[in-house]
Structure formats: structure tokens, C-alpha cells
């Protein structure tokens, strides 16, 4: 009977772990976007945040090894309306003074029945921690990728303009991502 080596015993135990891992991805900041959607007094408004960081650990096929923590300066909001932003920041909505950051981290994934994945998660947000189901495509492009994530927050579940000065905010604010993934060597 033949026996493995001790030298290629420990090349194998040192090899499993590896070939068991998601691929981690870096996020290409320049040619991504986070934003978000909803109205005010009927009218539609957008905006973005220009400040975020993500590590993305995703293998396609392969939910059980993947994982999304994304950490978004909330400072950093863009509605291209500078009164709108400053009441953003302020302490009726994100509170950037008490709160500088909102987080992101899921906790599984699911495959869906057209191809794409829900992220499940919990939104650390005002101090406050809630689940959060993302819906997750990912495309590969070459050597790149473009992750999508898209899911719709209840902004009142985060105290996000709770008083009635507020009530002309949809309650339901869409947001969406499109990040750049290069893989990370």
C-alpha cells in the first residue's frame, strides 16, 4: 500500500483551504455607484453616496462561501440639491454627527428562480440594526465583474424623518448599486 508524503500531505492541507474560498473582489470606487430613490411632496428625487468602501467575497454558483460587507460615509450624500444634502446629514435624517456610518454585512445568500441571488444582511443605520434582503446579480466581464443590488428600505424603520415635518417623504426608498469588481490577486 502506498502512503502520501509528509511534503505532499502538507501541500494538500495547505491547498484545500485555498481552492474553499470565495474570490475576493475589490471594488473599482471610480466606476461604481450607490444611490438610492424616492420622492417628495410627489416629486421624484435621486441621489448618491460618493464616499463607500465594500469587500466583496463572491464565487458564482457557490452562495454557502460568499460574503458582502459594504461601510458607506454618510457624509458624503449627493441629491444635487445642497439643502436637501444639509437636511440629510442633519438630525432629523442620517445624524452624520452622532452616526457617521452606515453598514452592511450579510449573514446567507439564496439562489432565485431566474438566475439571480438574494443577499440576506442586517443595515446598521442611526445605530439602529435591521434585516435587509438585497436582490444580487453578478456579470462577468472578462476578468472583471459588475454586481448589481438592488432592495427597498422603510426609512421610518431607521428613524429617518420621523416627525410629521417629513410625512411628503415616500416612506419606501429604492436603492440600488452597480459596482465594478476587479479580482483581487
Known sequence: MRTLSPL???????LVPALARAETWTVDTSHSTLGFSGSYQGEAFRGHFGTFTARIDFTPGQPDRDRFEVTVDLASVNTDNGERDQTLTGPDFFDTARFSQAHFVTTAFHARPNGSLTADGTLTLRGITRPVAL?????????DAVLRVDTTLDRLAYDLGTSSDWNGISRQIAVQGRLLLRIKH
Open 8 to 14: 505532499l500531505l502538507s501541500l494538500t492541507l495547505l
Open 135 to 143: 436582490h444580487v446579480t453578478f456579470t462577468p466581464q472578462g476578468k
